[in-house]
């Protein structure tokens, strides 16, 4: 291994996983500096309504897709979701892996695994890139940030992907693109769009707390929703209807 | 040359320091968050029937400002706007672009706040961003005119206290004699009651049924409760408006009526933005904890029948019914179980809505929507999503616990011609209700109807059927009727005729009735002459109330039915 490699593994990254955590930290003082609002009105039920069970279902929201609507007329937006993100956890941990646990990638079925979500992840990735510069829509919201955030995973997939069997013998400019871009990537996210993840806990709090405290988490959807706190609903003839959307 | 920084106008400016007073961490948060992956883009009602214009999108409507937000308030918006989507506002054509999006495109209804992975809540910031529009003076004319009336007169529509009272004294006649029972009445300021009731102005206004009708479970209920005679408003427009300082002091006068008449209980009639904004807002907003309980007046009538103090008759309800979901109720408020029960329990053949609950569609006229008539065609087009909805249930009436909707969805329904009617669940638990013997009713050929001979009543109008029609009814009681097909005739009729009463349509080619109204309380020997108003177009009650000149004594939305024209008639008349 060369020393540039050594040091793209290892004095680079935990610079920039240091420099990444400390605008973290800025990002979560900046948020804190605005008041918290306080809701006064009193809970909504005969029963206080259970605010542990609300907020757990709005944090783990994002792995409900039956919860949303959105998510649940759009499973194909869903599922990419879903391999995109576990595309990137798998290329940050192979970030890990190949400087600290290399001899874990001595495993063929590791590398395949990597190699295989990392690699699902990058076709998301384009699928993703084609649907926001085809919808009329998709452009109208995306900013430079989301143009660029993008390409910047989808490229860092591709290195990733290309990067897991971890041979610096005969792939070291491979392994010094994808380090020096995992860098370029920690650094670049809390600037970026990309650093949503970090709001996620503070903004589905908020929200469930609120929607918790009005008894309207966890979403109850009719005809499936019978009993609410041991009480009768529906009409009978209600029971039998399938559930639609009117525009689908 | 140096490029000279754009001008700030001073009320670009004070939006921009405003918005730093306003913002909280939860609003901050929405602004932040957005990923625009445009999920939520389908879930807004506006999009759906606007495919192919982004200026829709609810991430697209937040980016407007968001923009202004991560301009001033967000580091990576300040180092670099462009990269980010930052920008500012300078010019009041700018607040005028952000005016259009506040209120026009949107009814806050929250549903996409609800189908956003993030959990950013649109509909929140939207309300801020109204606020600060409204407090620099920039909004939709008819939020000015219901904002001051709320501030001036202490309630929505203007309505003064003696005519509140009037329609109180008129309904509290009317339950007597339904029940011949003289203790059937409407209690007013009475001290230490168990139940405090707070209405909407529009039911004194249009609607004055359902005050009788919750009167007459209040009585069979055997209930210990009262109306206030002042206060009484529990609609709040600055949810609506956005404007906080508005809705703390319209929260405020309705708590502080409750504790000065040592009531128990606050009990809101049917009304989604009211509910929301007594119960739920209003507190924040007044920055005061409630020292009383307060419940909608579903979960009232509920109650009184499980515990058996009022008796149903589900088989008086027969017409098949569905139940609209008002977003302020169910999405907000989380009220959507009990409506649901209280139907099961008095009518016989309920029909679910689909998507239903906090899943359902706004009425599309929602977040004072109904105010806004400059923005008409857009929520009505945008009013299709709804009017399907209401189509593939195949039921005849739609049941709602709001007098929004009851506007909106009355509203689309004429527009799109469907065979529906809009009714209240207050109405049919007072159908359904069992009057016991003691208080039964009488038959109705019992008692003779009030004769309106001698009276001259001059009925304006374009459209020829309902002339016929409106003929027919009062000449059928003893009434002498002129009748008048546009605004000039109506006017030079009124001054040969000197009727007793006008009713007076609103749309009407050349003169129109707010024109013909002006000039007959202009004309000194007709402004005495009572006016009712009979229009198919609520949104252009502006025509009306907006005139410096005394409101008219009676207003009807179309179509209506004979009794409701004869009871207006003569409560107008004053013949009972
Ligand atoms: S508001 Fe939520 S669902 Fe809509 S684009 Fe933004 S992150 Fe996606
Ligand atoms: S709050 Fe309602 S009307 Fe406004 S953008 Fe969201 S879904 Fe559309």
Redesign the pocket.
Known sequence: MSELLHFAEHRLQETALAVMASVYALRLVWLFRFRAGRDRQAPTGSRPPAMARGLLYSWLNVGMPWAME?TRTQAGLYAQFVVFHLGVTAAILLSFVIPYAPHWLDSRALVFGFEGVIGAAFVVGLMRFYRRLSQPTMRA?STPDDYFSLALLTVWFLLAVLAAPNRPETNEPILLAYFFMTAFFLLYVPFSKISHYLYYPFTRYYLGRTLTHRGVYPIRRGPASAAVEGRRVLAADAHRRPERSPTC | MLNATPVRSQKAARVIDRMSKKLNRQIAGSLA????????TSSCHYVQTNPDDPTYA??YK?DRIRKIFKRHFDWTGRVFPWWVGAASVYTDADLEELKDVAFGKCTNCRR?SI????G?D?ATANRMMRGLLVSVGVMPEGVAVVSKDQWEIGNQMGVLKEEYLDTLEWMSEELSAELEDPTAVIPVDVADADVVYAINPREVKYDPRTIADAAKIFHLAGESWTMPSEGWDMTNFGLFSGDDDLGGAVARRLYEKVVELRGRKLVISECGHGYRSTRCEGPNWAGMDVPFEMESSVLTMLRYIREGRITVDKSRNTTPVTFHDSCNNARSCGLYEEPRELLDLVVTDFREMYPNRSENYCCTGGGGAMSMSEYTPRRLKSARVKAEQLAATGAKVVVTSCHNCVDGLSDLIRHYKLDMQVTQLVNLVATAAVVPARVAVPAAAGRPAPSLAGRRILVVDDEPDVLVFYRSVLEDHGATVVEAADGETALALARREKPDLVTLDLSMPGTDGGMVFEALRRDDTLTDVPVCIITGRPELRRLIYDRAVRPPEGYLDKPVDDETLLRNVRKILEVT
């Not at chain 2, 968050?33 to 939520?40: D, N, P």
């Open positions: 959105s919201i | 968050a957005c990923v625009h992956c445009g999920l939520c609810p991430a937040a996409c189908n956003c992975p993030m950013v649109f």
